[in-house]
């Protein structure tokens, strides 16, 4: 079992910053690719950024690319949203994701990719 608590939202004006924080807790030691997704009122839960456990591996929405970067660090158990330069488009709940099974596919932007999820963090971004 893996228990997720994300950590760091809150209301910004665009052109702000924020980080995300993502603590894991239980079987740390099996989260081979934690990730972020985000849903905004009325649409489906989209991805954001996700890392692998060897950190060697990192994928973002296209969306979000240049501005957002997702890091990891192992001693704290914790993943990281770094988001800049933010837009009133990229208000929404953010949840952290992740597979604590040894991955069989590729699809990691995928939902059901990820078989652990947090309860998510509220991020408002004003105009």
């Known amino acids: 079992q893996v228990q997720l608590v994300e950590s760091g939202g809150g209301l910004v004006q665009a052109g702000d910053s924020l980080r995300l924080s993502c603590t894991a807790s239980?079987?740390?030691?099996?989260?081979?690719?934690m990730g972020w997704f985000r849903q905004a009122p009325g649409k489906e839960r989209e991805f954001v950024a996700t890392?692998?456990?060897?950190?060697?591996?990192?994928y973002y929405a296209d969306s979000v690319k240049g501005r957002f970067t997702i890091s990891r660090d192992h001693a704290k158990n914790t993943v990281y949203l770094q988001m800049n330069t933010l837009k009133p488009e990229d208000t929404a709940v953010y949840y952290c994701?992740?597979?604590?099974?040894?991955?069989?596919?590729?699809?990691?932007?995928?939902?059901?990719?990820?078989?652990?999820w947090g309860q998510g963090t509220q991020v408002t971004v004003s105009s």
């Open positions: 994701a992740a597979r604590t099974v040894v991955p069989s596919s590729s699809r990691v932007t995928d939902k059901i990719f990820y078989n652990y």
């Open positions: 239980g079987r740390t030691s099996s989260t081979y690719y």
């Open positions: 890392i692998s456990r060897s950190i060697s591996n990192i």
